[in-house]
């Protein structure tokens, strides 16, 4: 029992005086960059799921 209290003193030392935590300004950008690179990943990962369904249609269509 006396580990887990030295881990959680240590843990709140370690988050209130070690950590540097970024400004509201620079989670804001963060959080806009996510977005943005989320939503181009996604845009890529639709443009390959489109292309390997034509694709497998056209094959498809030329067995029959």
Known sequence: MA????FLKESYVEMTQ????PTW???QN????????SFIISLLIL???ETAGTALKYFYNSLA
């Not at 580990?3 to 030295?6: P, T």
């Not at 070690?18 to 935590?21: A, I, N, R, S």
């Not at 963060?30 to 690179?37: C, K, P, R």
Request: proline fraction near 0%; glycine fraction near 0%; charge should be negative.
């Open 30 to 37: 963060s959080a806009v960059l996510v977005l943005v690179a």
């Open 18 to 21: 070690k950590v540097t935590w």
């Open 3 to 6: 580990n887990v209290v030295e």
């Open 25 to 27: 300004l620079e989670l």
């Open 47 to 49: 443009a390959m799921d």
